[in-house]
């Protein structure tokens, strides 16, 4: 059995397919039970629990020999993985797949970066089996930036130069289910990527051959980002956070490009035009009817 902590969450929902689609059987942890009209994956069944609330966890493990952990990151997030992981500690024989962040530290300029550290060092320390798959960005974000792109063809760019080593969250998902699945992943800390590290201008130019319309890519100060963000009534913690990274990205360790996908899946990850060819109905103006 294995379960899936986080299993309402974007990447969550990834993992929770690609293991039913291996005929897995899987446990998805939820708050609340979700409403589902065709019912759930074959091979999947729901448990409610709460990281807030420690004494739920145990019957969440019960009889889970493998466990992956992300949640999400907001105030709070520290303690509430740290008690799965106490849990999991608990329940003994079980080994954690955790979704971490690459060059997470102390001292990092993105808080959620550090906050990352703190339970990775945290899981290290509790002597719990585990496993570290690091991706380092989603293609999927870029769908933050297809409201500007449907309606005005641009994409406002806040990372500057950066180049990012995007993978789609699709191999992420496979990446965290093989880890889950097979043996041999334990003690390892991967860094997983895309095909190749990109630009944003370089990922406009892509995505306009893709959807076949021009999109321009403007490039817009960080602290803009910020009062944006402020604006649409973001907290101030998650706009300083969503902040940090943009930062982090400009000014911290460079992304890195690595082969670990390849590795443990056998087969090269997603290119980021293979991507947009998919999704390019997200990217297209939206009819506007009378």
């Known amino acids: 059995m294995k ?3 986080g299993a309402a969450g974007a990447v969550g929902q990834e993992v929770v ?15 609340e039970f979700p409403s589902v009209e065709d019912g759930p994956l074959r091979g999947v069944t729901y448990v409610e629990a709460d990281l807030r609330k420690p004494e739920t966890l145990d019957k969440a493990l019960e009889g889970v020999d493998a ?41 990092a300029l993105s808080i959620l970066h550090r906050q990352q550290w703190q339970i990775v060092e945290h899981l290290k320390a509790s002597g719990v089996p585990h496993t570290l798959v690091r991706p380092q960005a ?3 974000n870029l769908f933050m930036d297809a409201p500007t792109i449907q309606s005005q063809g641009v994409i406002y760019n806040v990372m500057g130069g950066a ?6 969250r699709r191999d992420d998902a496979a990446v965290i289910a093989t880890t889950l699945i ?29 959807i076949g319309r021009p999109v321009t890519c403007v490039d817009v100060p960080v602290e ?24 982090f990205a400009q000014e911290g360790p460079p992304q890195i490009r690595t082969t670990a996908v390849e590795e443990i ?11 947009a060819a998919e999704h390019k109905a997200a990217f297209q103006p939206v009819a506007v009817t009378a």
């Open 3 to 5: 379960l899936v902590v």
């Open 17 to 31: 397919r690609e293991l039913a689609a291996r005929g897995v059987e899987v446990r998805a942890m939820v708050r």
């Open 67 to 107: 466990a992956f952990l992300v949640t999400k990151e907001m105030p709070g997030a520290v303690e509430r993985e740290m008690a799965f992981i106490d849990a999991a500690k608990r329940a003994g024989n079980v080994r954690i797949v955790k979704q971490a962040r690459l060059f997470a530290s102390p001292d």
């Open 138 to 140: 989603f293609m999927q």
């Open 163 to 168: 180049r990012l080593a995007m993978i789609d």
């Open 182 to 210: 097979e043996d041999g992943h334990e003690g390892r800390d991967y860094a997983i990527s895309g095909p190749a590290l990109v630009n944003y201008q370089e990922l406009t130019e892509q995505l306009s051959e893709a």
């Open 224 to 247: 803009g980002m910020h009062q944006a963000l402020i604006g649409m009534g973001l907290p101030e913690w998650t706009a300083d956070a969503f902040t940090g990274v943009v930062r």
């Open 265 to 275: 899946l056998g087969r090269p990850p997603i290119p980021f035009s293979t991507f």
